[in-house]
């Protein structure tokens, strides 16, 4: 009776440990490449060839406005200060003149750091940091990074998480009351 | 080996136990609750480029001169235009309300008729443009068959209306305001212009009823020219001393409040004046001595402390007061910016011209009209002077027919007019009724038809010499956002509807009218449209004189014995035309609207004389209807005084205003003014029943 049993466990408890394998695998190589679809930028812009090329610096696009507020990414109206007309021979500016500014579309750049409506934040405040300690560094860079969409929340991988925001505000002793950034 | 039941369990089980040490679990759950921030009905912010721009707001009672702050093209904040004289920097509380305005839950989407159910389709602006022409070609040039109203005193808009309806061979009239009794009072004293006060270099401001602090001219400006006057820390510039029935903002703001029965600012002001007669002040006006005789003979002090409350003694030492300053100046008006009639207006111009005070710095001035863009138009005093309430009321009585056509414009006539009960069926029993309005407002979900004008946000607008101010002046503005929802400028649409009728205003567009408008005045187009104001330094020239057989007609003494209603107007409760504003909600007085009970004050003495107490729900009975209350005690209300908020009582309109409190308008009893034959509604008694 004893053996009839054992025989039918089909190795005891191995396949309990195969589960647990089977979902360490699932869970921690499957999942992180399932969760995230990949995308690109809708132009292929190099930071390089306005950095190296042109003489530009981050702040010539990525400035501050009078008031204080960071003007994020460069406008159709900033972009046409030079590229009013095709430049250079690069099928990317082509394509940003023709499909884009041309036709008074600004572009849908997708933001790796983009912050949802509830979350208040000043790159005022953070003036003090390097730009590459949140953002990705591409200034000398030819391609813009993949772009990393979550499939559940459709934020970027890249974003910020609140516990991250906290963790550098408790490192520096900056207050982490909720109004700091949910206004 | 088999797979059996028992091995299955074991490998599920092993899975669910590993999937606990990797992130599937929790991370899902953490993008989960991530997710729940982008469902589709949460409301997004927008982001672009952050843009300011000077614009005219005509959200308030009067113009604003705004700046607008927009991102990506979308207003969100505006703040006053310390660059324009025409509000001096301020901003009321209900232009700074303009970007939410703009997005209001009550602006009315597009142009809707009514169906024969009562309910409202949308239609395209082909139709609505169609079926207001057929309309009105049925009734061109048929007198008293197209009646206009308009509720925008200062804009071109409105020259374009009443040049629209001089073609129909009708009748525009202007909703009431404290310009139609100016306006009525200036034309019996022999002037011709526009009344305006140089409040910002008189020394001594007598405001008599006029509740400058939040209902009586451009209240922005008057706030800022009394910020002006009295610098922080620093030396007084002017004097202020209120006279009127109820503590209100003006009286609180000024060195000295003098209680005086509602209705007798004319009386109070020819009491003045015959303390100044008997201290030697004279004119050189044609009818000083029957105006002396007037005075002295009919408004001696006693007489006239039975009237207003204000002991013979204490009116003399005003008197002496005023005459002891170097550049005093009276100002007359209803305590709550209508109904007034001419009678006060004469009476404290009276005492202006006994001070030598006629269009002299600090004084009362009389302004020239700006020219018309729109020569079939009327003047603005011509326009002003019309009588709105009188037609309705004639409506009501069934002394003048009712008209086949009503064009509502920038006014909601079914709410704001006083003894509002037969006067908004008078306007509803119009055979077809055509609201221009922003907003589904009282009037609006009355029409038969609605052409929604866009906010002065997302159109041309101008504004000229507001009431009140003490030159002449011009501001205009220029789109700041592209229209929001499917309205149309509602000068664009009576220009092509005259086109169709064959009736030539001159213009093709609304921007052609504004520009007009700027350069027969003599102004800089491109200048106004930046922000800045044009102001002119002339007055007219020639005298007037004292309208002594007017004043001898109009003024009446009161019976008595009554209890007086003081209305007051209040901008944070919103103004004739917009309701209260979502923001300002909160910021409402707790006296003022208690949940949804209207809060009147009376003092002890008046509440021990009515019975009643502190928080007693009553009903007041007026001559056109009855508003249920709650009562206040407030020992800034005169004796026999009970006063109570305009501006609640709302029907449409949105959460934020409608079922709240009651509109006081229902009590207010229209009579007639002796001598002008212009309605009046400032002395209504109610009872409690």
Redesign the interface.
């Known amino acids: 009776m004893e053996e009839k049993r054992t025989s ?4 005891g ?1 191995l ?10 695998i ?3 190589w499957v ?2 490449q399932v ?1 995230y679809s990949q995308k690109t930028q809708p132009i292929d812009f190099s930071h390089k060839v306005h950095v190296e090329g042109e003489g530009m610096d981050c702040e010539s696009c990525h400035m501050f ?1 009078e ?1 204080g ?1 960071f ?2 990414l460069p ?1 159709n ?1 900033q972009c046409a200060e030079c590229h009013e007309d095709v430049l250079g021979e690069t099928e990317a500016e082509e394509i940003y003149v023709t499909e884009y500014l041309q036709k008074g579309v600004e572009v849908p750049w997708l933001v790796y750091q983009y912050q ?3 979350v208040y934040f000043s790159h005022k405040a953070h003036e003090g940091y390097e730009c590459t300690d949140c953002h990705p560094d591409v200034g000398n860079s030819d391609t813009l990074p993949t772009y990393y969409e ?1 499939r ?4 970027s991988k890249q974003t910020m998480k609140m516990w991250q925001c906290e963790r550098c505000h408790a490192e520096v002793g900056t207050s982490n009351a909720c109004y700091v950034c949910h206004k | ?4 039941r ?3 369990i ?10 606990l ?4 679990i929790w ?2 759950l953490d ?2 609750s ?2 729940s ?2 469902w589709p009905w949460i409301p ?2 927008k ?4 843009t300011e721009q000077a614009s005219v707001a005509k959200f308030g009672a009067a113009p604003c001169a705004e700046i607008v702050k927009s991102v990506g093209g979308s207003p969100y904040l505006t703040r006053g235009n310390a660059e324009n004289e025409m509000s001096k920097g301020g901003v009321d509380p209900v232009s700074a309300s303009g970007p939410q305005l703009m997005y209001s839950l009550s602006r009315v989407n597009g142009p809707m008729k009514k169906t024969a159910e009562g309910k409202y389709e949308s239609i395209s602006w082909e139709e609505a443009e169609k079926v207001l022409s057929e309309k009105l070609a049925a009734v061109k040039g048929k007198k008293g068959k197209l009646a206009v109203v308009s509720g925008d005193t200062t804009g071109t808009a409105t020259e374009v209306l009443s040049g629209f309806a001089a073609g129909m061979g009708a009748e525009c009239y202007l909703m009431p305001s404290e310009e139609q009794g100016a306006a009525v009072a200036l034309s019996s004293m022999g002037g011709k212009g526009q009344i305006g006060y140089d409040l910002e270099n008189s020394d001594f401001v007598l405001f008599v009823g006029a509740d400058a602090m939040d209902s009586w001219g451009s209240v922005v400006r008057n706030q800022c020219v009394y910020s002006e006057s009295r610098p922080t820390g620093e030396e007084i510039k002017t004097t202020y001393i209120y006279a009127g029935p109820f503590q209100n903002s003006t009286a609180a703001a000024a060195d000295r409040w003098v209680p005086v029965a509602p209705g007798t600012g004319a009386i109070f002001c020819l009491g003045l004046a015959y303390h100044m007669l008997k201290a030697g002040a004279s004119s050189s006006a044609s009818d000083f001595a029957d105006f002396k005789t007037l005075v002295m003979s009919r408004f001696s002090p006693d007489k006239v402390e039975k009237a207003t409350g204000v002991a013979g003694t204490e009116m003399a030492a005003i008197a002496k007061r005023i005459m002891k300053s170097s550049a005093p100046v009276v100002v007359a008006g209803s305590e709550f910016a209508q109904g007034a009639g001419a009678a006060d207006v004469i009476a404290a111009s009276a005492v202006n011209m006994l001070l030598g005070r006629i269009n002299k710095e600090g004084g009362m001035k009389i302004l020239p009209e700006l020219p018309k863009a729109v020569e079939a138009a009327a003047g603005r005093s011509e326009l002003a002077a019309k009588d709105f309430v009188g037609y309705l009321a004639g409506i009501a009585s069934g002394k003048v027919a009712a008209p086949a056509v009503m064009m509502s414009y920038e006014a909601n006539p079914i709410y704001a007019l006083p003894q509002n009960t037969a006067l908004a069926q008078a306007v509803e029993k119009s055979g077809f009724l055509v609201s221009f309005s922003t907003y589904m407002d009282e009037t609006a979900s009355e029409a038969d038809l609605i052409m929604p004008n866009p906010t002065c946000y997302e159109r041309f607008e101008d504004a000229q010499t507001p009431y009140g101010v003490g030159a002449a002046m011009l501001a205009a503005s220029a789109p700041v956002a592209e229209p929001l929802y499917n309205s149309k400028p509602t000068v664009d649409v009576v220009l092509g509807v005259a086109s169709v009728l064959g009736i030539d205003l001159g213009y093709e567009s609304a921007d052609e009218v504004y520009q007009a408008k700027a350069e027969k005045a003599g102004a800089d187009w491109d200048s106004l449209i930046e922000g800045a104001a044009y102001v002119s330094d002339s007055t007219e020239s020639g005298s007037i004189k004292f309208a002594a057989s007017v004043l001898s007609k109009a003024v009446t003494m009161p019976k008595g014995g009554e209890i007086a209603l003081a209305p007051y107007s209040k901008l944070i409760i919103g103004t004739p035309t917009v309701a209260i504003p979502p923001l300002n909600v909160v910021a409402i007085s707790k006296f003022e609207l208690m949940g949804k009970d209207l809060m009147v004050q009376v003092n002890s003495k008046t509440a021990k004389k009515l019975g009643v107490s502190e928080g007693s729900k009553v009903k007041l009975a007026g001559a056109g209807g009855e508003c249920a209350v709650r009562i206040h005690i407030n020992e800034g209300v005169m004796n026999d005084v009970i006063a109570a908020p305009l501006g609640f009582g709302h029907t449409a309109w949105d959460a934020y205003s409608s079922g709240k409190g009651e509109n006081i308008s229902k009590l207010l009893t229209v009579g007639t003014e002796s001598g002008t034959g212009i309605s009046v509604w400032t002395s209504s008694f109610v009872s409690i029943a």
């Open positions: 039918k466990q089909c190795g408890v396949p309990f440990f195969i589960g647990v394998l089977a979902s360490l699932v869970g921690w999942f992180p969760i406005l008031d507020s003007a994020g406008s109206e949802p409506d509830n979550n559940i929340s459709g934020y | 080996m088999g797979i059996d028992r091995t299955f074991q490998l599920v089980t092993g899975g669910v136990v590993g999937s040490f990797t992130p599937v991370k899902s993008d989960a991530i997710w921030q982008n997004r912010l982001y672009g480029t952050i």
